[in-house]
């Protein structure tokens, strides 16, 4: 799935007009909910010829590369036998896969379900507390029903071998992150035997999922559908990346223990621990790519969003949860956070405000202004901004000091950058050091969320670089 040209952008009054006709309809009040690295999801209201109203939501794929022939057409079949068996799903209103129509090369209009998506909230606020007692169970029966459907519906998925993607994707995008390559040596070489092959979900945790007040009201976007092991959507669930900071190894709202039994008792298969594990490394590497598609995006020009370009620094977010569970992160107490490097006052040629006193005036302007944005979508991208401005403060402020140290820390272990390193992990030639090149890369990955989002460490203190 690399990134192409987009033809799909924000909706337009052309994409309401070609919606209207494909629907039989007029459509009002169009607008774009969210949108990722291959789908824009938008809702609307439809107005059929006699008045009635009806909430709806259209998905449309972003480019021909992302949505292959044929791919809408087998997320409608599977939508609709999941719907037959129980899962809680939308109902299918229309869909294409012909440009022609004005909607671009691939996209399906849902039933709008009404609840609540955003999962800090639904972690946090005190409305959704029984629902997130019901959920833990609600989730291990639903993806139990996923993946009991039949071989009719898996002829329109996509079946391959899961290390084909993580790694192919960094390579088309160019990037080199030893750290990723670690994990996906230590994937190919504790790989488990092959298991039963089912239908999965692919995204299936809390941002996909409707919640109403009782728990689980509807699974969305499945998009990213395919066959595989049943361990595989499991383990997703359970990624570090899926807890939005909840306490729960479960999405942030629940205990694996109590996931894998509600799933066995409805027909799921029991689940190994070793195996379990294994698809959460796979599921943290596999998030760190998308993350770096996603700023790909951005980068590219396909999509230009300030965004986008954020998730890209979050790389190193699940760089970390690598180590963490690969039991090579370094803990707690961290050293003194290290002093920006001394300029003279002003520094030359540019004087004061300094880059650093610039970043710094312009972030507590988003700050005292984001609330008082009307929309909520711009009340997020003011979000976005500030965050996108701490980080480079921070990387103004130590930036230098944490290259240095990352390039002090391959030099001891014999390497002159962080290419040839990689490229020493995926031939395997690293595996007798195994111990030693994971430390080091842990440690930068450490040093790197100092400056992305020091939040997401386990202690409020800042650590340096450490050799």
């Not at 669930?237 to 039994?261: H, S």
Request: hydrophobic share 45%; glycine share 12%; charged share 25%.
């Amino acid at each position: 799935m690399t990134p192409s040209a987009s033809s799909v952008g924000p909706p337009t009054e052309e994409v309401a007009g070609a919606l209207g006709r494909a629907l039989g309809g007029e459509v009002r009040h169009l607008r774009q909910v969210s949108g990722g690295a291959s789908r824009v999801t938008s809702a609307f209201d439809l107005i059929d010829p006699d008045g009635t109203c009806h909430a709806r939501i259209i998905q449309q794929d972003r480019g021909k590369g992302i949505a292959g022939p044929g791919r809408v057409r087998g997320e409608v079949a599977l939508l609709r036998a999941a719907g037959a068996a129980g899962v809680p799903v939308p109902r299918v209103l229309a869909h294409g896969d012909d440009e022609a129509d004005g909607l671009g090369c691939g996209w399906l209009v849902v039933e709008r379900l009404e609840g609540e998506t955003i999962p800090r909230k639904i972690l946090r606020d005190p409305e959704w507390a029984a629902a997130r007692a019901a959920l833990t169970a609600q989730c291990g029966r639903a993806l139990a029903a996923i993946h009991a459907l039949g071989p009719e519906v898996m002829e329109g998925l996509a079946d391959h071998d899961p290390l084909d993607d993580p790694l192919s994707f960094l390579d088309a995008l160019g990037e080199v992150r030893p750290a990723l390559e670690f994990g996906a040596r230590w994937l190919t070489v504790n790989r488990p035997a092959g298991s039963r092959r089912v239908p999965v979900h692919g995204d299936f945790r809390l941002g996909n999922l409707m919640i109403g007040p009782a728990g689980l009201r509807g699974v969305l976007d499945w998009e990213l559908a395919h066959v595989g092991d049943p361990a595989e959507d499991l383990a997703w669930l359970c990624a570090p990346a899926w807890r939005f900071g909840g306490t729960g190894e479960v999405g942030g709202f629940g205990d694996v223990a109590a996931l894998l039994d509600a799933y066995v008792s409805a027909g799921g298969e029991a689940i190994d621990p070793a195996r379990l594990r294994w698809w959460s490394v796979y599921a943290t590497v596999k998030w760190a790519t998308i993350c770096a598609m996603q700023a790909s995006a951005h980068l590219s020009g396909t999509t230009r969003s300030v965004e986008l370009a954020a998730i890209g620094r979050r790389v190193c977010e699940s760089e970390w949860d690598l180590f963490v569970l690969l039991g090579l992160a370094p803990t707690p107490p961290w050293p003194t956070p290290p002093e920006e490097a001394a300029w003279p006052d002003p520094p030359p040629p540019f004087g004061r405000p300094t880059a650093i006193e610039l970043v710094e005036a312009v972030r507590e302007h988003l700050e005292r202004t984001a609330d008082d944005e009307v929309e909520r979508g711009a009340r997020f991208t003011a979000r976005v901004s500030r965050h996108v401005l701490s980080i480079i403060e921070r990387e103004l402020r130590w930036g230098a000091v944490f290259t240095a140290t990352h390039r002090r820390r391959l030099e001891a272990l014999g390497f002159d950058g962080d290419r040839s390193l990689a490229g020493a992990i995926r031939s395997g030639a690293c595996d007798a050091a195994w111990t030693a090149v994971g430390r080091a890369l842990a440690a930068s990955a450490r040093d790197q969320l100092v400056v992305a989002n020091p939040g997401y460490l386990p202690s409020d203190h800042l650590p340096a670089a450490s050799t």
